[in-house]
């Protein structure tokens, strides 16, 4: 990517940099409290933080300081914050001709991470009387984040020109969002099945580096032990594109040869087979019958493949919790 | 489960089949399944960890078991002290009769002739 924006590679320069106002939120980051009313509370702080660190990076181009541009945040309403925003940066873009630094650019690229790490806090375990049913179902904290989702998608229209999404789940946002049915599930395009996750000429070439100086030569042990406990992911179902290795546990990994420490690749803290989720899954008996048949090996200690049928490319909170 | 982590798609037929990636993915799901079935709170599991890994807790897990079905009434739990706990665990999980090694003999089989006088 790096080398696509530097001009490195055989086509040139591929992307221009400089073309959005970058608007970032992280989920991840948000105390998820069982009390529903102090969730929304950490929801809404959460949300317009983003807009001030926002009015921070771009204060100089959107012509005025950074505190009167945060008195554009609506401490009760995030979405009321998002669309003063917006305007904010239309206004900026009719002045360009004031600010020749603002030549090219088009709008808002709204970037989103770990959309549904809040939402999945809230999941109930089925019950037989309601068995379709979230805990924040109707609540302030609920009408809060579907709000917002639906006012990105009306603002989608105006200045918001980009949304990038990422997260765990294919959580639909339509469902979620009050119709943000404006999403394109991206997560297994050929061309992107080499974005989240590490390559084989990668490791390769990082242990290269730290094993130099090895008396032992340890790299292709190292190699060996990451491929049988990180490697193996393939994310595409069209056509047979390279396998992955998980980021975060190869990092950890790494960092341990280099600090001398224990390796850990027997139950490594960062992997994201997230153990909470596998026990909500094993709740299914279908599910610990699939679990068992996967677990088997072929002659050569291979896992064996199972056959599905329907690919549902999202769901609902509903689903997840039925 | 692909979206978790724990399957992924097969590469050889990524549009039909979905396969465990890896030794980590595998350990974890094997857990659950263990959980699912009890089979990681069994006794003979859990001492098998103390002795090997130092780790107590799942003995600990048995002992709770074992108090939730003995310690039913407020009796149970006022009248118990870390004494009465500490010879509990001890006789009753470490020192098992049932979890005892027991030695095995060589036996020779008894040949009876019957003997028609």
Known sequence: ?322 | MVYFGALTFYPEDPAKYLKIPNKVAASRIATVVLERYHLSQSLVVALQTLVQDGDIERVLSCYRDLMTQRDVTVGDLTKMDEGKHRDSFYFSLLRNHYLLPRAEFQVTRVIHWLIIG
């Open chain 1, 1 to 322: 990517m790096q080398n696509d924006i530097d001009g490195n590679n055989e086509d040139g320069k591929k992307y221009k940099p400089g073309q959005y106002f970058v608007l970032k939120f992280d989920f991840s980051t948000i105390h998820c409290s069982p009390n529903l009313t102090q969730a929304n509370e950490n929801l809404i702080v959460a949300l317009n933080s983003s807009f001030r660190k926002f009015y921070k990076t771009y204060a100089t181009y959107l012509g005025e300081d950074f505190t009167s541009l945060c008195g554009n945040i609506d401490s009760e309403r995030p979405s009321e914050s998002l669309r003063n925003c917006n305007e904010l940066v239309k206004d900026a873009l009719s002045r360009k001709e004031d600010n020749e630094e603002l030549d090219g650019v088009q709008g808002i690229y709204l970037l989103v991470d770990e959309y549904d790490a809040f939402t999945n806090t809230y999941l109930e375990t089925s019950n037989i009387a309601e068995p379709h049913k979230t805990t924040w179902g109707g609540t302030q904290v609920g009408l809060t984040f579907r709000s917002f989702w639906s006012t990105v998608k009306s603002l989608c229209l105006e200045r918001i020109k980009k949304v990038f999404i990422t997260g765990i789940s294919p959580l639909s946002l339509s469902g979620v969002g009050s119709g943000f049915n404006v999403a394109r599930n991206v997560s297994f395009h050929p061309h992107l099945a080499g974005l989240c996750g590490l390559t084989y000429l990668d490791l390769e070439k990082v242990l290269e580096e730290i094993c130099k100086d090895d008396e032992h030569d340890k790299h292709d042990k190292h190699l060996l032990e990451m491929t049988k406990s990180f490697n193996g992911y393939h994310f595409c179902r069209n056509k047979k594109v390279e396998l992955v290795y998980n980021t975060e546990t190869c990092l950890a990994y790494l960092q341990s040869i280099i600090d001398e420490g224990d390796l850990e690749t027997e139950n490594p803290p960062n992997s994201e087979v997230a153990q909470q989720f596998l026990e909500k899954f094993a709740t299914s008996a279908s599910v610990i019958t699939d679990f068992e048949k996967a677990l088997q090996c072929d002659e050569k200690g291979n896992y064996v493949p199972l056959r599905y049928t329907l690919w549902k490319q999202e769901f609902t909170l509903q689903d997840l919790v039925c």
